[in-house]
């Protein structure tokens, strides 16, 4: 199994409560019905998102949004280039389907899956949607926005703080951004 970490920061799921930082095994981090082998699963998923991407040369980042009973209601993979938009990353993407699904902006009761660190615009979005849950790969050390270069979800001057689970089968997640930019040099 691979390992998943929550950052040396105060734990998200406790910041949204107001608590105090609240230990990882003791669930607080996670939504209802999520288990590290359901994170593994939905986030496997995400994977296979990401490799479509390649297909038309974009960067392989894969998401997929999941509902409190377990099932995938959305799914999403980087299409900046196939669309010429700078708005198409898969968390974008991913969010806007699972809005028309459940027909309302509001995303509660899911949880947000995604192979790389959400940026500023995707973090933004992840808080405006009210997602309760976002679980992630592997950091983005020059655009993260979930800790690695800002922390837009666990800011507590906004109104939702999702709580985060890093480090879901990141190093397979790693590994397609590394031979994808491997590829292209």
Known sequence: MASASNRPRPDHAAAA?????ASPDAGAARAPGASPDADERFMRLAIEQAELAIAHGDVPVGAVIADERGDVIATGHNERELRQDPSAHAEMIALRAAAAHIGHWRLLGTTLYVTLEPCAMCAGAIVLARVPRVVYGTDDPKAGAAGSVLDILAEPRLNH???????????????????FFAARR
């Open 161 to 179: 703080r999702p709580s985060v689970t890093a480090g879901v089968l990141q190093r397979e997640c790693a590994a397609l951004l590394k031979d």
């Open 17 to 21: 409560s107001g608590g105090d930082k």
